[in-house]
Structure formats: C-alpha cells, structure tokens
C-alpha cells in the first residue's frame, strides 16, 4: 500500500513557475512508477506526465512538454512536477498517482492516489 499526500499548489500569475511535490508513505515507493494528472473544472482528468520506478524514463502529454518536468527521488519517497510558463489552461487540481507496473498515461491504470493540489493561473 502506497498512501500519496499533493503538496505545492497555489495562486500564480501567467508566465510564472511552480513545483508540486507529492510524499509518498508506506512500503517500497521506488517499486511504483509514478504519474501527475490534473482536472479542471466540468472536464475530464487528463494525464499530464510520467516517471518509471528507477526515474530514468519521463513521458509528457504533448500540451506541457517543455514546459513541465516530472522527477522523483527515491531515498524521499518523493515525486516533484516542476511546471514553467504556466497558462490560464493549466488551472485544475492536480493529482498524483503511484502504479505497480510500468508507466501508463491512462489514469485507470494506477492504483493508488493523492487528494489533490489546486493550481490556479491568472492571466
């Protein structure tokens, strides 16, 4: 079992930069690949990145590639989303999400996840 706590969300202007953390407790966290999703409001959950167990493998939706980077460090039980050039468009709550297998960009393929952190981008 694997229990996942967002961390990091706020109130940012257009153009600016955050990093979300996501802390991770219970048993072998470097044995979950792990993903951030994100949901805005009347939408969908999308995926927006990935990471495998070892962390040497990063996946990207296309609308935050180069801007966004998905890292984790094992030894914290941590996983980080660092987001630059935010948009009005990235406002939703992010979730983080811990897999028992590889990586996966569908959401119904992980099996454990956080509460959420609120990301708001004003223009």
């Known amino acids: 079992q694997v229990q996942l706590v967002e961390s990091g969300g706020g109130l940012v202007q257009a153009g600016g930069s955050l990093r979300l953390s996501c802390a991770a407790s219970?048993?072998?966290?470097?044995?979950?690949?792990m993903g951030w999703f994100r949901q805005a409001p009347g939408k969908e959950r999308e995926f927006v990145a990935t990471?495998?167990?070892?962390?040497?493998?990063?996946y990207y939706a296309n609308s935050v590639k180069a801007r966004f980077t998905i890292s984790r460090d094992n030894a914290k039980n941590t996983v980080y989303l660092q987001m630059n050039s935010l948009k009005s468009e990235d406002t939703a709550v992010y979730y983080c999400?811990?897999?028992?297998?590889?990586?996966?960009?569908?959401?119904?393929?992980?099996?454990?996840w956080g509460q959420g952190t609120q990301v708001t981008v004003s223009s």
């Open positions: 219970g048993r072998t966290f470097s044995n979950y690949a």
């Open positions: 999400a811990a897999r028992r297998l590889g990586t996966a960009t569908v959401q119904s393929a992980y099996n454990f």
């Open positions: 990471i495998n167990r070892s962390g040497d493998l990063t």
